[in-house]
């Protein structure tokens, strides 16, 4: 299920982009920003999809390269943060669609940090034939980092779910024509395992501490009223971007689902809350939490109240934003509130709650941070 790699749309329109009191970055010239968590001592992590082929110095070139990059955000609560990059010579891939490579990024309690990377080896490979091996096997993976170096998880997400896809490719449900296929995008760490939100299957999976993975659950294309005298037809495709535990202790689950916002032009993107102990994989409609959202990119918990990052509000080269869902007391999705408007971000990407209060995401994320014609990537932090 191919989601325009990732989610990653390159955005050639000049944008002009408006200030707002609201958003200020903290960051600055960075190659495709994409995850963000918090550690220890309130440092934000910032994960960066890379320059894919490229040199480092003249922005993204096509194909497979060692440009991925994670890096770290101190001093937010000075004037002038600083940013650093920790780990640098990750896997990155630029296709005409945009760049992938280290996307989603978790931190727990104690600093351990997870970083999922983009697409599979046998994807990377297959279009990619003369690539290293090791380049390659990067690819998918969970990866664990450290200051300074890095090491592969036991865990290869990437093949997993395209070995799976494509042993479902003829279930009714699977989208025609598009499996086998897997694009890992969001990690969520929790201390026994993990969760990682699959753009490419369009899974949510489960990954154990001893490595092995788990289809928890299936996210179906969404039907639309679109055939012949209004028939329901599947439109390709949902897209997993983001995966919260709530305080109730399920999944809540964000959809890209660009498909359905521009067939339709109106807000398709779906929130869903999962139970993690379901052994029934297909999702369905007593799954929705929330709807009528713009194609969502991040997603989270603060606060008492559900955060979603939508990539743009009213088609491709308009601004995004940052939409508060207040909870009701019975745990259903209550009000919304818009939280960054004003045209201030621009295709922004995953979310993080700042110990401060403020939220935090990656703005201009599908921009390389070598861009001397226009925004480079960045990390800003939104006021509510």
Request: hydrophobic content about 40%.
């Amino acid at each position: 299920m191919r989601s325009p790699s990732l989610l990653v749309v390159l955005i050639l329109t000049c944008f002009t982009v408006a200030a707002h009191s609201q958003v200020t970055p903290v960051a600055s010239g960075l190659n495709n920003p994409r995850g963000l968590a918090f550690g220890p001592g309130g440092v934000l992590y910032v994960s960066e999809a890379g320059l894919g082929a490229g040199n480092g110095e003249g922005g993204v070139g096509l194909g497979v390269g060692f440009t991925g990059s994670v890096g770290v955000i101190e001093d937010l609560s000075s004037p002038h943060p600083s940013f650093r990059r920790l780990v640098t010579g990750l896997a990155s891939w630029a296709q005409t669609t945009g760049v992938v490579g280290p996307d989603g990024v978790s931190v727990l309690g104690n600093g351990n940090i997870k970083v999922i990377m983009a697409e599979s080896t046998s994807a990377a490979r297959a279009q990619n034939p003369d690539a290293s091996p090791e380049l390659l096997a990067e690819f998918g993976r969970l990866l664990k980092v450290s200051h300074g170096r890095y090491w592969k998880e036991a865990a290869d997400v990437g093949d997993f779910d395209f070995r799976w896809a494509g042993e479902n490719a003829d279930q009714p449900w699977a989208p025609v024509g598009q499996f086998p296929d897997a694009n890992p995008y969001a990690v969520l760490s929790l201390p026994s395992h993990q969760y990682i939100a699959d753009a490419g299957s369009n899974t949510i999976d489960e990954v154990s501490e001893d490595g092995s993975v788990r289809i928890l659950a299936y996210v179906p294309n969404p039907l639309l009223a679109l055939g012949p005298g209004g028939a329901l037809v599947p439109v390709s495709d949902s897209v997993p971007t983001c995966v919260a535990q709530g305080p109730d202790g399920f999944l809540y689950v964000g959809t890209l689902a660009f498909g359905a916002n521009l067939a339709t032009g109106t807000a398709q993107s779906i929130v869903y809350r999962i139970n993690p102990d379901s052994t029934d994989i297909l999702i369905g409609d007593e799954d929705v939490w929330a709807t009528g959202f713009h194609p969502i990119t991040g997603c989270g918990f603060s606060g008492g109240a559900f955060y979603v990052t939508e990539f743009f509000t009213a088609g491709f080269g308009t601004p995004g934003d940052v939409i508060r869902v207040e909870l009701n007391p019975d745990g259903s999705a209550g009000a919304r509130t818009t939280l960054g408007g004003g045209g201030a971000l621009v295709a922004p990407n995953f979310f993080a709650a700042g110990p401060d209060g403020a939220i935090y995401v990656s703005n201009f994320s599908t921009f390389p941070g070598t861009n001397a014609t226009g925004p480079v990537g960045q990390v800003v932090r939104v006021a509510q």
